[in-house]
Each structure stands twice: as structure tokens, then as C-alpha cells.
């Protein structure tokens, strides 16, 4: 490509997106997707889900469960017109954090009966702040009320959302996905032009580790650790995040804790290769998950073919320099399975 081609590579390209296999349903077809889960907020209606399921579309598209807006308290006039929002969603009322929380597990059992079996978090770090009901109840009728919450309130409220997410997909049979490490919207010139979500997001160094082990302990001593995911966009956390799996595993799914694959920013060759070789080496690569593709973009699946070339080729160059067995079968196999296999058992999306 250059500026002499462009032009025509521009023209054929349009040509074929208007041709009726190069649709959004033909590309997901010619790519050979299995399950397709979107991201979505606890107030969605999911009436695109059903009349997608309804068409007959022979690839299955289902929803998962995005309540980040649900904790979202640092600006009061915000998040009291979310709690309208989930109000008219549940067609409940909320007075109070037991009613809140009560909307949001409606809200929570809805999805599962429209198939969602995943839930998905996206924040700069996880948040583990002791606090007791008392508290969360002030703090509730405070936001309510219109007042801004202190920094140590904010920590408080997200950190019970958390908690309580995570118990919500335990009671389910859900599987927890955290993103953690972004700094988002850090210009503010052109925030304010533009608004969030705007490509102004970087990389961020915020603790990490401490919360997400408290988080995670409270929930497995109670026997209410579901499935995880943890993703991390620092590669300062690889190892971290590889051997923190490794705390919390308990031999009732294999692999019920995974390290997830490269995201985001690590979203390429050294950032893949980066976060299997901590895998590998702090954990067990066969039971790896594979990779996550955006959902929300089309053209996004051709990242998989691209996650394969990078696992054979780390795997090729392992046994070349004599490091695991050239076994064809054995490696073959393990290669299916952080492709695919693994994902579909470990999710058990089904068809």
C-alpha cells in the first residue's frame, strides 16, 4: 500500500463491504466465530440479543454483564440518574442500599436468563477498603441525597460493589473478568471537547497486587470465589499477575483462575509473547484461555489468527533451541486447546 495504490485498494475495499459477504453477520460468519459475547450494562433491555437469537443466526451472540456505572459514585448527579435509570429498568423503586442491591441482582438474574454467563469489570485498580453495613448504608443515603462523598467513602462503596458482584456471580455459575491498570481521560483540554473514551488513556502504575489478594481472599474463605480473569495493561504486573492465579486455585475447575491474555496496549507481539512466557513460567500455559477479542468491532476477529501465529511460533522456537519435546501431538494438542478448547469448556457457553 502506498499513494499510488491507495485509492484503488480503498475503492475495492468498499466494494466488497457493500457485497452481502462482507456484512457484519457475513464477517463473523467467514471467521468462523462460535460465541460472540457483547459488553453490556446492567440496564440494557437486551431486546437485540433476542431478536438476534429469534433471525436464526446461526452464530451465537449473548450478552455480558458491564455494571462499572453501578459504582461509578464520584460524581453524585451522575449516579443518582443511574439509579433512575435502574429504577425503571426493574421497575422498582430504590430507597436505600438493601433496595439497590436488590435492583441489581434482578438485574443480574435477567441476564442469566438471557444467557450471559459472564461478567466483565474495567478499573485502575481493584478496590478492598474495609467497611461495615452501617457505613455503606450512610454512605448510600448521602450520595442520594446529593453529596459528594469523600475520597475514603468512594473507596468504601466501590469496594462493597465489588464484593458484591463477585457473590452475585459465584450464586450463578458466572465467570469474573477484571481489566485493571488503565489511566483514562488524562487530557483534559480534549475531554472536554470530546468526552470519555476518546483515545486520551494510558498506561497507569496504581497498586495492585494487595487489593486484588484481599478481594479475592475474602471471597474464596467464603466459598464465593467464581471462575476469574485478571488482566492487567502495566507488563509490570506480568509475573504478578501470573503467580496471584496461583494463590486462589482450588482443583474444582482446572484452571479456574486465569491470567488473561495480552490487552489493550500489551495488545501485540511482545506484549502476547510477554505474558505466556510469565504464564509458562510462573504457571501452566496448557490451561490457558487463549485470546479475547473486542466484540465491538468487526474487522477484531483476524486477532485470534494472529494470537495463533505468535503461540506456535513461541512454541516452535522452544523446541528448536531443545527447551520441550518436539512432539507434534503432544504440542498440536496443546495448541487446540489455548485456541479453542480450553475457552469453550472453561466458559460452557454451549450452542
Request: glycine share 8%.
Amino acid at each position: 500500500m502506498n499513494e499510488k495504490s491507495a485509492f484503488n485498494i480503498w475503492k475495492h475495499c468498499n466494494e466488497q463491504l457493500n457485497s452481502a459477504g462482507f456484512s457484519c453477520r457475513g464477517i463473523i460468519q467467514k471467521a468462523n466465530v462460535h460465541t460472540i459475547c457483547t459488553t453490556d450494562d446492567p440496564v440494557d433491555s437486551l431486546e437485540y440479543h433476542r431478536s438476534i437469537k429469534a433471525s436464526g443466526f446461526q452464530v451465537q451472540v449473548l450478552p455480558a454483564w458491564r455494571p462499572d456505572n453501578a459504582m461509578m459514585v464520584e460524581d453524585p448527579a451522575t449516579f443518582n440518574g443511574y439509579v433512575g435509570k435502574l429504577e425503571a429498568a426493574a421497575n422498582r423503586s430504590i430507597s436505600n442500599f438493601t433496595e439497590f442491591l436488590a435492583v441489581i441482582d434482578l438485574r443480574h438474574s435477567f441476564f442469566h436468563d438471557n444467557g450471559c454467563r459472564l461478567s466483565d469489570h474495567g478499573l485502575d485498580t481493584i478496590y478492598a477498603a474495609d467497611y461495615t453495613e452501617q457505613q455503606i448504608n450512610a454512605i448510600f443515603a448521602k450520595i442520594r441525597s446529593g453529596n459528594q462523598l469523600t475520597p475514603e467513602e468512594i473507596n468504601q462503596f466501590k469496594s462493597v460493589m465489588l464484593y458484591e458482584f463477585g457473590v452475585m456471580d459465584h450464586k450463578r455459575g458466572w465467570t469474573q473478568q477484571y481489566h485493571l491498570g488503565a489511566l483514562r481521560n488524562n487530557n483534559s483540554r480534549l475531554f472536554n471537547l470530546l468526552g470519555p473514551d476518546k483515545g486520551f488513556d494510558s498506561i497507569g502504575d496504581l497498586e495492585i497486587a494487595r487489593p486484588l489478594s484481599k478481594l479475592l481472599n475474602k471471597l474464596d474463605s467464603e466459598d464465593k470465589l467464581t471462575k476469574t480473569i485478571l488482566y492487567n495493561l502495566n507488563s509490570r504486573d506480568n509475573d504478578m499477575m501470573a503467580t496471584m492465579i496461583g494463590n486462589f486455585q482450588d482443583g474444582t475447575i482446572p484452571g479456574k483462575l486465569q491470567y488473561g491474555s495480552g490487552w489493550w496496549f500489551l495488545d501485540q507481539k511482545d506484549g502476547m509473547e510477554n505474558q505466556m512466557k510469565s504464564l509458562s513460567n510462573l504457571g501452566l500455559l496448557s490451561r490457558f484461555v487463549g485470546m479475547l477479542t473486542d466484540s465491538r468491532s468487526f474487522l477484531s476477529y483476524p486477532r485470534h489468527e494472529y494470537f495463533r501465529r505468535i503461540l506456535c511460533n513461541l512454541l516452535g522456537n522452544d523446541v528448536e533451541k531443545g527447551e520441550i519435546p518436539s512432539d507434534i501431538d503432544l504440542l498440536g494438542k496443546m495448541v487446540q486447546d489455548i485456541s479453542f478448547n480450553n475457552a469453550e469448556n472453561y466458559f460452557g457457553f454451549g450452542k
